[in-house]
Every structure is written in structure tokens, then in C-alpha cells.
């Protein structure tokens, strides 16, 4: 017996280590090491994954974990060895399949459609917003509207319909960045951009019509 367990441990492979990944990931990768990974991640991917896939569970893993590799593979010399490899992997797998299931929430969701709507009823929440907690008394409650409506102006004159859509989406409704990077035919760093750019004009508009910007860009 003692004889079967020497020679069962002997025949095991050892467990790779964070160089051990790395290198053998590093291009031209090693098969047998892409398919030892993808054995883990599906492994980790269903049970933190399961309570937000309805069905075909199983499937939406596989594929997940297909697009995760690729995007290990490209960042695998980003990899610092502050955690397991492994652990790194699983997070990157994680962060792809949660994205995915944002994109699938959010895909019949037109952009264009939350501008129109919001162009109707925006005047209708600008009414209602206001820069304090407090219920304002009348004649604080008039200023604060008078103020909100020149906003409002401003938003029209300023930024453009791209600026304004993606504002809207990433602001006002929540919607998932990557999500309206993809419906604008952009990616993350421009749309990040994009915005900061808007909220500049936005600030310097404010600055010369004497309000304050930081107040009012809390609003937004």
C-alpha cells in the first residue's frame, strides 16, 4: 500500500507556478498549458456565474471562457505576481462574462431612443431637481429653476449629440460603459474622453455664467 502511494504521488504532475504560467504562456503559447487553463476557468466560471445565466449555462461558460483566454494571452506580460496566476485568470474570466451578460441585458436598448425620450421629459425632471435636500422656500425654489433651465440651455448649446448621448447613457440611465461604447461604434479610453471633454465645456460654460460648476456638475 505504502509502495502504491509513492509511486501515485511520483506519477503526479507538479502544480505550475506564476513563472511557470507566464513563461509558458508567453508567445508562442504552450497547448497543453491553454488547455490546462481553460479546464480551470470553467471549472471557477460556473458556480460564479450560474446565479446570472438563466440557461445554457454550460455554453455561455465555454464561450466566455474561449474570449477570456484571448484576452489573457494578450495581457500575460501585464501579469505582476501580486496573486496567483490562476486567481488572475479567474478575475479576467469573471470580469468578461459579467460584461457579457451587461451587453445582453442592455442589447435591444437603442441610445437614440433614450435621447428622444429624454428630450420630452427632460424639461419635465429639470423642473423637479434642485441643489439642496432641503424643500426650498418660493423664492429660492424660482432662482434654483431659473438656473436649472440656463443648465439646460447650455447642455443644448455645448455639447454635441455625441457628447450629449453618451452623458445620458452613462449618467443619467446607468447604462454599462462598454455597453455604450459598442451601441456608438467607439471603445472605453475614447468614450472616457469623450466625457471628460464634455463636462470641461460644461465647466468653463458655468464658470462665465457665474454658477458654480462643482454644484452643478453633481447634478449630472
Given at each position: ?8 504521488n ?12 507566464v ?98 421629459s427632460?424639461?419635465?425632471e ?6 439642496t ?62 466625457v ?25
Amino acid at each position: 500500500m505504502f509502495n502504491w502511494f509513492k509511486k501515485s504521488n511520483k506519477n503526479k504532475k507538479p502544480s505550475r507556478s506564476n513563472e511557470d504560467w507566464v513563461e509558458q504562456l508567453t508567445p508562442p503559447p504552450s497547448e497543453e498549458s491553454i488547455s490546462h487553463l481553460r479546464i480551470i476557468l470553467v471549472r471557477g466560471l460556473k458556480p460564479a456565474l450560474y446565479k446570472y445565466v438563466d440557461r445554457e449555462l454550460d455554453q455561455f461558460v465555454e464561450d466566455t471562457v474561449q474570449d477570456a483566454l484571448l484576452k489573457i494571452l494578450d495581457k500575460v506580460d501585464t501579469f505582476r505576481g501580486e496573486s496567483k496566476f490562476t486567481t488572475w485568470a479567474m478575475k479576467i474570466a469573471v470580469r468578461e462574462g459579467l460584461s457579457e451578460l451587461r451587453r445582453a441585458k442592455y442589447k435591444d436598448i437603442s441610445l437614440n431612443d433614450l435621447v428622444a425620450n429624454d428630450d420630452e421629459s427632460g424639461r419635465d425632471e429639470i423642473n423637479q431637481m434642485s441643489f439642496t435636500d432641503d424643500q426650498p422656500g418660493p423664492d429660492r425654489a424660482t432662482h434654483e429653476q431659473m438656473i436649472l433651465q440656463r443648465v439646460q440651455k447650455m447642455i443644448d448649446e455645448e455639447l454635441t449629440d455625441k457628447q450629449k448621448t453618451a452623458m445620458n447613457a452613462l449618467m443619467m440611465h446607468g447604462i454599462p460603459i462598454e455597453v455604450v461604447a459598442d451601441q456608438m461604434g467607439t471603445n472605453r479610453n475614447a468614450l472616457y474622453k469623450l466625457v471628460h471633454d464634455a463636462r470641461l465645456k460644461m465647466k468653463d460654460r458655468l464658470m462665465a455664467e457665474g454658477i458654480d460648476p462643482d454644484e452643478m456638475l453633481n447634478q449630472l
